[in-house]
């Protein structure tokens, strides 16, 4: 009696654990909520490298990619770009300058004073 009890006993065990187990398997969500981080990185401009002679680009640059204060041929891609003003060496169009941007006045306001 006590034997078979106990036979019993061992069996539901292993039975629960078995059970236990495939259950813990089964519980495991199939597919996982992907979360895509899609980073839409607009904001980020590559400069230019604009020397003090000029600088001509080839093929022509954004604007946006001109840094602040420096004076560039005002065709719809920038050329053409010099530290001085002037009238670019390529198409004769005087050189107008880049004024610093409002976005770019914000953005050193918001530094945290040191
Ligand atoms: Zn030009």
Known sequence: MDRNM????????????ALGCGAQTAE????????EAVEVVEDVVEFVEVVAE?????PPVAVAQIPEGVFYCPMETVHFASL????????????VEKAITVEEEAAASEDPPA
């Open 54 to 58: 000029g600088s001509a680009f080839d």
């Open 6 to 17: 106990s036979r019993v006993l061992m069996l539901a065990l292993v039975t629960g654990l």
């Open 28 to 35: 495991q969500p199939a597919e996982e909520p992907v979360v």
């Open 84 to 95: 001085e003003g002037g009238t670019c060496p390529t198409c004769g169009m005087d050189l």
